[in-house]
């Protein structure tokens, strides 16, 4: 242990910054204590770092991030077998990190994000997962400190993130290989038919899962079967013609139907078939795909999280059928388990399940990976509750994991498929959570056949409410497309009337919002996610949305539309997922949390929300048509930008003016289509970056409907339906103009285009040069407001904008100083254009996103002090007292510390940013980094701001990433305005 403490001290790993000993854990937060029971003693860890979360210096959840463990120094060599073993148990849990193994004489640190490479010779290897390995008395590396652990940013760090990749997960591996050997396997000419192959894949991992569930001599469950069957193994049963005989056998031990799923000619098909193709899928000495070796040693089965298993299974099935609706897609495990935390905290296992009663119904249950993750929470409460009475963690017998199952889980599919793998992936679930002992004994699984059913969900909701079923959460990721493919759906009115829809009009009939009024018909609770396209950003669903803020009580909105394409794989899709309560709303504001997309969102491991992502909604706005960009702005960035926009919004528009002129016409061009509509026609393809018009000679327009000619003829303006680089793409044709020489020059409806008589053309030139900013300094970019208000840029789509959008613009000729933006102004524009646009872009080093990303430069960080204390100041500084810049520091390429100080003016330094490690810096602050009493959430919160007095003057620090979207201009402007609201608040 003494080597231990000597680490410990140097990275600032103690009980205060998340350290927890595995032989005498001593915990705030049972969920702490709860996972070195059931995970941590039995990998024999050390000790865990956790990452906690607070909420008023109170652990609200924690999360392990590192564990630590004492071994003697062979076992970090990259051939030793139990270390190649533990790694497979670490990576295929998907918990942590990194893990460290702490020797006498030196300390190595592993990758527990990737799996052990399989060598040519089919040998698994750790020796490319070792991120450090360095002698004990020389080690610092401050790139593994608490700070960065608590403060999510380890994978961040720029000699780490590339690291590990999305395709390294476990998840992803196994899928590869599982679509691989289906695809082999039905290749085959006188193989198994496409439904028993299946099937069998998903019997063959039950098999592989129960053969991971071990005693403590090793053996596992199914070793007295086998031998009754005179096998070794599965593989070998498919060899010798008994897995017929070994599924029977395991159907009569747990009197359940997922062993026996195959009808009677589906047995005589295996009966009569060679199964040496899928024996060596078992065996899986040789990757089907990739011609590469793949191990099924990389993995630990019983260590897998069973909503991996069911998530496997939901893309599984998904990825081949090509016929299922388009609203399908599946849910990464990392959203599921992040909406049960929100929702069914674990420290609220008292409040919720004193009684061991909390129903959960998935109105769509696919593979059920919801269902899965709320009954594990129901057995991680049942724990917790135990503890609470008999402080010690015990877990659920039996009997008691078949009762929480039965009495709370429910759910509903329309495909048949669907409510099979989730008794599957349900039944994996509580086998997870039972001793070797306990499955052999007399342990007979319910069928489900009340819970999991297979109906039309508006069908079974309409039956469900007619028995007074209710339900305590309703979660889940309905369809956003019918069978037919179609994102509107006409439900019948009797089933609308019998399930009870407060609203039985919904925007568009759009098949989402109609599983979401289903399920407030039907749970007191309910969290669904939903196509943010649909229920936040379409302007037309402004009177929906009214109505379900004030007759529902809307509590949060979680909008992941950065993650459009990042969520669902290859379909790029806005979605939010909205926590409800069935109750009247009682005016209180809506949270709001914008989702950023980040590294580990990114790669799917968890979402990262820091203290710029939340933002307050107050009621009246919510359900107040003239506000309705509300959410928009926050997606944006959030802060002053919603009153920015809001002042431009309350001005007359292009539409407006365009109307009030005698003869001006505005419309988009020519449409498509196949008739023949003018001979030898000049036309408009593009603009140039100088506004000039690309045009193709000489051409045929086709054209179903040409629309009025008078469209066409100078003098006339074009302005494209795709963002341009600076500014809205604008094009003006005067009637004298050398782009043509015929009497009309035609565009398509990629363009609008107002065309105004010749006496009106210094006008409209006007016009054209005001969106192209060539009026005056400061000028609103019209850019900025249409992405503001536009209810698809951003959203559906990354540049594309709507007519409507475009004439929303703000313009008149009386109006034009209110165009003239003040200096805070300015800087939201300038960073919106900037910065936020790729807020929903990759963040590699390709990636657009990438530049939110990089390291914050100096020359940014003088920047962004000065402008915190231009707002600051002139709302503060009294009697030649003043908040001024104080100390700067960097640490580690991690962090900057930024120091203001409110006193008397001192005389002016050169701005510098001082290099200091992390435990210097925390002397150099009289400790208050480390604080546990004061500061308790400090270290864990990526956002930090601690004020406090120091001899003749009063300071705040901030504590934030080195990213540089935590230090733009615009963040100085929030900053400082919170920080105003602070002092008020406090009374000065």
Request: with cysteine; aromatic share 12%.
């Amino acid at each position: 242990m003494g080597n231990l403490k000597e680490i410990f001290e140097k990275l600032h790993f103690k009980p205060e910054t998340g350290l927890v000993f595995c032989d005498n854990p001593k915990v705030e937060h049972t969920g702490e204590l709860y996972h070195i029971q059931e995970k941590a003693k039995k990998l024999k860890a050390a000790a865990v770092l956790f990452r906690r979360k607070y909420n008023e210096n109170k652990i609200i959840d924690s999360k392990p991030v590192v564990y630590i463990y004492e071994k003697e120094e062979l076992f970090s060599e990259k051939d030793h077998e139990d270390h190649k073993d533990l790694h497979a148990k670490i990576w295929s849990a998907g918990d942590i990190d990194v893990y460290f193994i702490v020797s006498k004489t030196r300390i190595d640190i592993f990758n527990a994000r990737k799996p052990a490479e399989v060598k040519p010779e089919q040998k698994l290897s750790l020796e490319n997962l070792c991120l450090v390995s360095e002698a004990l008395e020389k080690f610092n590396d401050q790139r593994f400190s608490a700070m960065v652990f608590g403060r999510g940013i380890f994978w961040e760090q720029e000699d780490f993130n590339n690291h590990f990749k999305e395709e390294d997960a476990p998840f992803h591996r196994l899928l590869a290989y599982l679509m691989s050997a289906r695809k082999y396997l039905r290749a085959k000419p006188k193989g198994l038919s496409g439904t028993t192959i299946d099937k069998f894949l998903i019997v063959c991992i039950l098999v592989k899962f129960l053969e991971g569930i071990k005693d403590d001599n090793g053996k596992h469950t199914l070793r007295a079967i086998y031998k009754k069957q005179k096998v070794k193994d599965f593989p070998e049963a498919l060899l010798k013609g008994r897995c017929i005989s070994v599924l029977d056998e395991l159907a009569g031990e747990f009197n359940g139907s997922i062993f026996n799923c195959f009808k009677i000619e589906e047995k005589k098909e295996i009966e009569q078939t060679d199964l040496k193709p899928v024996s060596d899928f078992l065996e899986a000495k040789l990757d089907i795909a990739q011609n590469q070796y793949f191990l099924w040693e990389q993995y630990s089965f019983h260590h897998l999280p069973v909503e991996l298993i069911s998530s496997i299974y939901e893309n599984f099935l998904q990825k081949e059928d090509s016929k299922r609706e388009k609203g399908i897609i599946y849910t990464p495990p990392f959203l599921v388990n992040f909406l049960i935390d929100e929702v069914m905290p674990l420290d609220k296992a008292e409040i919720y399940f004193s009684q061991n009663q909390f129903k959960v119904f998935d109105p769509s249950c696919g593979s059920g990976v919801f269902l899965v993750a709320a009954y594990k929470r129901m057995l991680q409460w049942w724990s917790i509750n135990q503890y609470k009475k008999t402080q010690e963690i015990k877990f659920p017998d039996k009997k008691i994991c078949q009762q929480i199952l039965e009495n709370n889980i429910f759910g509903v599919d329309i495909h048949n498929t669907a409510a099979l793998i989730t008794v599957f992936s349900l039944t994996i679930a509580l086998l997870d959570k039972l001793e070797p002992k306990q499955i052999w004994t007399n342990l007979k699984l319910n069928g489900l056949q009340d819970n999991i059913q297979t109906q039309d969900f508006f069908e079974w909701a309409a039956g469900a409410k007619n028995r007074g079923s209710e339900f305590d959460l309703v979660i889940g990721n309905p369809p956003f497309n019918d069978e037919k493919g179609r994102s509107s759906h006409q439900i019948d009115p009797e089933l609308v009337s019998k399930i009870g829809f407060k609203h039985p009009k919904v925007p568009g009939n759009k098949f989402a919002l109609q599983f979401f009024e289903g399920g407030m018909a039907l749970g007191k609770k309910v969290f669904l996610i939903i196509p943010s396209n649909v229920l936040l950003y379409n302007k037309n669903a402004q009177t929906y949305r009214e109505q379900i803020f004030k007759n529902f009580t809307i509590e949060q909105i979680f909008d992941f539309t950065h993650l459009r394409r990042v969520l669902f794989g290859s379909v790029d899709t806005p979605v939010c997922a909205v926590l409800a309560d069935s109750r009247e709303s009682n005016g209180n504001a809506i949270e709001h949390t914008v989702v950023k997309r980040v590294l580990s969102s990114e790669k799917k491991i968890a979402f990262e929300i820091d203290h710029y992502d939340c933002h307050v909604v107050p009621h009246d706005w919510a359900i107040d048509g003239a506000k309705q960009f509300i959410w928009k702005t926050n997606l944006l960035g959030g802060g002053r930008l919603f009153h920015f926009i809001y002042r431009l919004s309350l001005l007359p528009t292009l539409k407006n003016f365009i109307a009030s002129q005698t003869g001006w016409k505005e419309t988009r061009g020519f449409e498509g289509g196949t008739n023949l509509a003018e001979k030898d026609q000049d036309r408009i393809i593009d603009i140039m970056e100088n506004s000039d018009p690309v045009i193709e000679k000489n051409v045929e327009i086709y054209s179903d409907k040409l629309k009025d000619r008078f469209m066409y003829e100078p003098p006339f303006m074009i302005i494209d339906q795709i963002f341009g680089k600076n500014c809205l793409s604008v094009c003006f044709i005067p009637k004298d103009n050398n782009f043509t020489t015929k009497p009309y020059l035609y565009y398509n409806r990629d363009f609008i285009g107002i065309s105004v008589p010749l006496e009106d053309e210094i006008t409209l030139k006007e016009i054209s040069d005001f969106i192209l900013l060539k009026k005056f300094e400061n000028q609103l970019n019209y850019q900025l407001y249409v992405l503001a208000v536009s209810s698809s840029s951003l959203v559906l789509k990354e540049t594309g904008i709507n007519k409507s959008d475009i004439l929303s613009i703000p313009y008149s000729i009386d109006n034009k100083e209110c165009l003239k933006l003040s200096k805070t102004e300015k800087i939201l524009q300038d960073d919106v254009l900037k910065y936020y646009v790729h807020l929903g872009k990759a963040i590699s080093k390709k990636g657009d996103g990438r530049i939110l990303h990089e390291k914050v430069s100096k020359k940014q960080l003088e920047k962004f002090g000065k402008i915190f204390c231009s707002i600051v100041n002139p709302m503060h500084a009294e009697n030649e007292m003043s908040w001024q810049i104080g100390d700067v520091y960097q640490t580690e390429k991690a962090f900057i510390i930024y120091q203001f100080i409110f006193g008397a003016k001192k005389q002016v330094k050169p701005f510098g940013v001082k290099k200091i490690s992390i435990g210097d810096l925390d002397k150099q602050l009289n400790n208050i980094l480390f604080n546990d009493k004061e500061n308790s959430s400090a270290i864990f919160t990526r956002v930090t701001r601690i004020y406090g007095s120091q001899d003749d003057y009063d300071y705040l620090i901030l504590i934030k990433p080195a990213a540089a979207r935590y230090w733009l201009n615009s963040i100085a402007v929030r900053d400082a305005d919170e920080t105003v609201l602070d002092y008020y608040e406090a009374g000065y």
